[in-house]
């Protein structure tokens, strides 16, 4: 029985004749000495309380979920069904269970799944059954579990060589060391070059499209278009030629993602995307950021589905993700535009306030020279105005007695001890120097030659500094 593995099943525990253990265990005893009845242990139990135990711990009706591996007939309308596990994990030591299908049985089967059922039809699908087990004696052979099928409540539309194609091919790909998978998805910053891989003339193409067709026409977007067959004899060969031509626009442009779609079909359809070949070109080391769209919600996951970074149960979804990655770089593209417009709004405030500063800098040292230059300016009209005064002043003496220029200059004798200097001070009231138009105040700003207009309360006289020598009497 060790090939027979059973779940833990919900019935209550059965009845335990006595206060040991559920199992026999072994009697000791010392070698060599008499094995008395008296003499066992309390946990030893006879054998029909053993085999009653397992009667009541087989014997019931169960559901079951299990793959039909072989179908054999037993008689008219009778066939054993040999159940293994549903899901192919390539274990090498499987469990088996053979099961009886009684006539009664199949006519109830039959009623509801069509009279056209054959038994036949169910080997290499997956099913979930209603099963009656229990404990038989096998002539010679000692005790057995015994099953019933009594009800078909669900038959699975995959074949399991599909589940062994792709459980062999991910086997294969991880031996190799290759990349895939969900772990290798890079959100793209900057989302514009996706290729699409789709089949030219399917619903899957016209679905994405629809989705789509704004972002690409808006220039957000560019749809690299790769053709397709996912189904038939030429399908694997063409879906590795459209693989290796994403490589090629991947090393021209950079693609962002890799877009692969198809619509719905039966299962029998998708047996192209389980292969090695298939799955091999479409790993992370040669299509980055794949998506893959495939089918309807209930199509069974393929090799492809593994092998993608993100996987979405239909095209329309998988549209869907590029939309919204698209629309998230347009935020992070907004938010990025925000903070550098802030960055060179507090850039050119400290400018603007740096230029301010210098602007006022220059206009007080430009006013500082204007002022400068007015003072300077003011100067020389002050000057202007007082050479018009002397000239004003000169023509107004109508009445001075002019010598001719051969004339001898006039001598002035000096003043006497006795003469009053207050007088001379109120008689000689300006000396000008004629040739710059200034009033000399003092006796050291006079050299030899230099014309000079004595002005008198009374009149103005030109005169002339003469060198001369004072001598003692």
């Known amino acids: 029985m060790r090939h027979h593995r059973f779940p833990a099943w919900r019935d209550t525990p059965p009845h335990q004749p006595h206060s040991g253990g559920d199992a026999p265990p072994r009697a000791r005893h010392d070698r060599g000495s008499a094995l008395e009845p008296n003499s066992l242990s309390a946990d030893v139990h006879e054998l029909r309380d053993v085999i009653g135990w397992l009667r009541q711990r087989l014997r019931g009706e169960h559901s079951v979920r299990a793959c039909v591996l072989t179908v054999e007939a037993a008689g008219p309308d009778s066939y054993l069904l040999l159940l293994g596990e549903a899901q192919a994990s390539l274990s090498y030591d499987p469990p088996r269970l053979k099961v009886r299908l009684d006539a009664p049985e199949l006519v109830l089967i039959r009623a509801e799944h069509g009279v056209d059922f054959d038994p036949a039809d169910l080997v290499n699908r997956t099913i979930a059954v209603q099963l009656r087990t229990g404990l038989r004696q096998r002539f010679g052979r000692g005790a057995g579990v015994q099953a019933k099928l009594m009800a078909l409540l669900s038959l699975g539309q995959i074949p399991l060589e599909a589940d062994i194609e792709r459980e062999c091919t991910l086997q294969r790909l991880r031996l190799e060391g290759g990349r895939f998978g969900p772990d290798n998805w890079v959100e793209p910053e900057d989302l514009h070059h996706v290729a699409l891989v ?47 031509r994403v490589r090629s626009l991947h090393a021209e442009y950079g693609l962002s993602a890799t877009l692969v779609c198809r619509g719905g079909g039966p299962i029998e359809a998708f047996r192209p995307l389980n292969s090695y070949a298939v799955a091999r070109a479409a790993t992370a080391d040669r299509l980055p950021n794949l998506i893959v769209g495939l089918g309807h919600a209930g199509t069974p996951r393929t090799a492809l589905n593994a092998v993608a970074a993100r996987s979405e149960p239909t095209p329309t979804a998988a549209a869907m993700l590029v939309r919204h990655l698209v629309e998230r770089t347009g935020l992070r593209a907004e938010r990025a535009l925000a903070a550098f417009e802030a960055a060179i709004e507090e850039d050119l405030g400290a400018a603007s306030r740096i230029a301010l500063a210098r602007a006022t800098t220059a206009f007080d040292m430009a006013l500082q020279d204007l002022v400068t230059a007015a003072e300077a300016r003011l100067r020389q009209l002050d000057r202007a105005v007082e050479q018009s005064l002397l000239l004003g002043l000169s023509a107004a003496v109508g009445g001075i007695t002019r010598k001719e220029p051969d004339a001898d200059p006039v001598e002035v004798d000096p003043l006497g001890d006795t003469e009053d200097d207050a007088a001379l001070s109120a008689a000689l009231v300006l000396v000008i120097a004629t040739d710059t138009g200034c009033i000399v105040t003092n006796a050291q700003d006079l050299s030899a030659g230099l014309p000079l207009l004595l002005q008198f309360p009374d009149g103005a006289v030109p005169v002339r500094v003469e060198p001369f020598s004072f001598t003692a009497h």
């Open 198 to 244: 789709v089949s030219e003339h399917g619903e899957a193409r016209r679905d994405v499209e629809h989705v789509l067709q704004s972002l690409e026409a808006a220039g957000l977007l560019r749809l690299h278009r790769v053709w397709a067959n996912f189904e038939g004899a030429g399908a694997e060969r063409t879906l590795v030629e459209a693989f290796t």
